[in-house]
């Protein structure tokens, strides 16, 4: 993995062929690939996504898609207990309705009219 040193200069070294890395969050480094690259190392790409890295295309500067690892199903999400003495989910109060200065329902009906 890069270090953050080597991902700000990657615009410069881009234009000498090495692969473009685009820094994503703090700590986070984000691989980029080109169309053209990935079909021709796709074995390669795919090796990386399987070791845990996400790899996003280019399709001329524009990234149009993201390779990640898959996630087996049950794996994203974990339901929980609600912790000893925690109020029924009826029990708790709603927030006071929002006071808007607009009509919605007119804001609907214009909008829909414009799609007719």
Known sequence: MRSRASAATSCASNRTGIDSVTSHDYLVTMNTVRIADLKARLS???RSVRRGRSLTVLDRDTPVARLVPFAREGDTLTVRSPRPGAPRLHR?????????????IALLEEERQRDR
């Open 44 to 46: 390669a790409h795919l």
């Open 92 to 104: 708790i109060p709603l927030p006071p309705p929002l006071r808007l200065s607009v009509d919605v």
